[in-house]
């Protein structure tokens, strides 16, 4: 294993992270990379949130048993809504009479600023199946059939999720929250393709499903999408974790490394004391 003091030794490292995008710069400049950052997603509110509204105003009449916050952001995205309908304080207040239920650390922080104590929180690495297995492990004491259970979704829907609380005999209600587009200013992730496609990037970092979306996206409208896979096969791709993990797998991908807790500075950290050994591998020439 490469010493974790020399890091990534002056490899050439892209980050598709947008909201903490200085941040993910400095902590791959401190592991001895030279970063590139390139913002690859927005948040969009959505403009008429039907959904959520009228998740408002059933809990406000008591109409779920489970509530399901799957992000820390949505979960505070979802109480400005309901703010627009009636005070906080009254949803906190609905909330508080029925099963809460968090996907990890995140939205559990966010209920906690909310003063909602959370009944069940899914360990890591917080995937749609540790959420399911977490209810099952609990399933005599929080049974699924027949209640009603509202789910706050995180950019695009889980179909799988949503099959398997359906499956458990769950009367599912989404509530949408928000979604994910591409940012304003395409730029820098039309140069980061052509980048990767020139072979001037050594390691790319994936700290959310959405960016592989993305990158592949912007890759296909500019006809580099067979250079881009080219190239990726033989550069690091480093995921956060198990969902992001999933998707780079949909695209044909697999991710050569997930760290061992799934958040940014171990994901840097971890990628950066593998780099050497895991790039000489992946560039062997074949005989």
Known sequence: MENSKTGFAGLRVLSLESRRAAEM???IASNGGIATVAPSMREIPLESNTEALAFARRLAEGSFDVVIFLTGVGTRALARVVETVYPVDQFVAALRK???????????????????QVTVAVPEPNTWRDLLRTLDEKGHSLPLKGRRVAV?????SNPELLAGLADRGAHVTRVPVYDWGLPEEVA?????????????????LFTTSMQVNHLLQVAAEMNQEQALRRALSRMLIAS?????????????????????????????SET????????????????
């Open 98 to 116: 029925i099963t809460v239920v968090a996907r990890g650390p995140k939205p559990v922080a966010a209920l906690k600023e909310l003063g909602v």
């Open 152 to 156: 706050q979704e995180y950019g695009i």
């Open 25 to 27: 710069a400095k902590l």
């Open 240 to 268: 956060i974790g198990p969902v992001t993990s999933e998707r780079l797998h949909e695209y044909g991908f697999a991710a050569d490394i997930e760290p061992s807790h799934p958040k940014m500075g171990y994901l840097v």
């Open 272 to 287: 950066a004391q593998r780099s050497a050994e895991i790039l000489r591998r992946k560039r062997i020439p074949a005989s």
């Open 188 to 204: 820098p992730l039309r140069a980061a393709v052509e980048a990767i496609a020139r072979d001037e990037i050594d390691i790319v």
